[in-house]
């Protein structure tokens, strides 16, 4: 599961009023090299929640120097956008899980793949 991913995801459990931003409790992270695509990743930081990539690429150990706020003009400034690559489409959780920040319920993670289903009573 790639932190862009990790990014979109929410607890969707009953009752649930604070399911975001999933924790992350990896046992088996992989950095891939993907060609970077500049114009991909500058679409993209609109639509992220900065500072849940910041805390997830921090409870990785791969933040590096990823900065806590966004960069003015971060559309230009090709160093920016390419850390924010590496840590959206570099960084992958391979096996582990996910856990609710107000219910604690565990959404495991195999083989890169979050698995969000939900329960009968958790719906």
């Known amino acids: 599961m790639k932190l ?31 060609a970077f695509n500049p114009q991909f990743v500058s679409r993209m ?24 706020d966004l960069v003015p003009n971060y559309e230009e400034n090709e160093e920016f956008l390419k850390k924010v690559h590496r840590v959206l489409l570099e960084v992958e959780v391979i096996e582990g ?15 890169g793949i979050p698995n969000m289903l939900l329960n009968e009573d958790e719906v």
């Open 4 to 34: 862009l991913t990790h990014n979109m995801l929410t607890s969707h459990v009953k009752g649930i009023t604070k399911g975001y931003p999933l924790l992350i409790k990896a046992t088996e992270v992989k950095v891939n090299e993907v």
């Open 45 to 68: 930081i609109p639509k992220l929640e900065w500072h849940a990539l910041v805390q997830a690429a921090d409870e990785l150990g791969h933040r590096q120097d990823l900065p806590g």
């Open 97 to 111: 899980c996910l856990q609710c920040p107000e219910s604690g319920r565990e959404f495991p993670i195999s083989r």
